[in-house]
């Protein structure tokens, strides 16, 4: 039978709370390692696209901002849905950290997008649907931040803003599979598709190493704001007035 | 200079690793100074905690 202690054990605030503060420098200093080298591959040592040219050089921002707006959602949805089965606060304050996170790469992914397409499809915007459900991830994300900030009660507005992050799941494949099921602007998958990744090495590992980069900065980030929001929710604990050093 | 020309592409390229820059230092930004001020809060919260019970 499985053991589930570690996974009780994340759910004591005082544990989280030091063993995220741990395994943030790592996360950090492996995000910038990975970053830098990506970004020198990316910028320095691809050669040009065939096509685009030196253009298509935006794609190692673009393409990572928009893996990492959908994995922060996942991650917000499945820290959420933990918060309400298990009611642990601290996956609630994992779930409530990724969602300003998220908006920016989301926002991130729309910018870099509309200045990708413009010199290559002719246009900054199109109500595409891989770019439209991208748009509908945004607005989850603010109305999930929205939700929260509206509700004074932090319990309410913890069970209030899982419910809408578990509904907008069903977003999240209609990003992924949106190039698939409708006539789309948008290139296919290029990374996630069966055979090899159509694009050769030298392009490709720069693209994986920056991938991997804002993955692991995402966790290093998240990590920092759930234990501020950890810190806040245990404000009147004993274990925080020990731990900050003043007499309990 | 050729580099940084990007083909004739550069208004289009520079402007998206700039905004990711911004974006990776705001969001760095942002969660140091929402963690530093959950952490100023408790630790008056833990002091007048404790001199309360000083008093009592």
Redesign the interface.
Known sequence: MMDWTWFHRFGSPPHFYRIAGKMIPWFAWLAAISGVAGLIGGLGLAPPDYQQGEGYRIIYVHVPAAVLSTMAYATMATAAGVGLIWRMNVAHAVAASCAGIGASFTFLALVTGSLWGRPMWGTYWQWDPRLTSELVMLFLYLGYMGLRSAIDDTARADRASAVLALVGVINLPIIHYSVDWWNSLHQGHTLLKFGKPSMPPSMLVPLLLLMLGFMLYFAAIVLVRARGEVLRRERNARWIAELLGAPS | MHWLA????WP??W???L??FL??V???G???R??????T???R???S??VQ?GRS
């Open positions: 990007m083909g004739g592409y289009y390229v402007p998206s690793y905004l990711t974006v990776l705001l969001n760095v942002f969660a140091q929402s963690a530093q001020r959950a952490r809060d408790a630790q919260r833990a002091q905690a404790a019970q």
